[in-house]
Nanobody
Framework: QVQLVESGGGLVQAGGSLRLSCADS????????MGWFRQAPGKEREFVAA????????YYADSVKGRFTISRDNANNTVYLQMDSLKPEDTAVYYC???????????????WGQGTQVTVSS
């Protein structure tokens, strides 16, 4: 069973940085590919970044490429999202998710965290 808990969200000024963490309390974390998604008010949930079970093959949405970095630590059952050069349009609830398939779409992800709010002020 995968149980995901995000942390690290908050309020930051434009140009600043945040690092989100997503910890899994289960025992099968290293079997799953992991993704980060976000949902802004009034908008659909969208893909942000994904990483394979081994830590390779990172994928990024064009809107965050070059600013965000996804990584994972399988020894500590945690996936991270380092967010630099933040913009007001990055404001959203950020979710981590686990999937047997490395994907940029929502439907392959079977397990989701509760989300953490990121607010970027101008």
């Amino acid at each position: 069973q995968v149980q995901l808990v995000e942390s690290g969200g908050g309020l930051v000024q434009a140009g600043g940085s945040l690092r989100l963490s997503c910890a899994d309390s289960g025992r099968t974390f290293s079997n799953y590919n992991m993704g980060w998604f976000r949902q802004a008010p009034g908008k659909e949930r969208e893909f942000v970044a994904a990483i394979s079970w081994s830590g390779g093959n990172p994928y990024y949405a064009d809107s965050v490429k070059g600013r965000f970095t996804i990584s994972r630590d399988n020894a500590n059952n945690t996936v991270y999202l380092q967010m630099d050069s933040l913009k007001p349009e990055d404001t959203a609830v950020y979710y981590c998710a686990a999937s047997r398939i490395l994907a940029t779409l929502i439907f392959p992800y079977d397990y989701w965290g509760q989300g953490t709010q990121v607010t970027v002020s101008s």
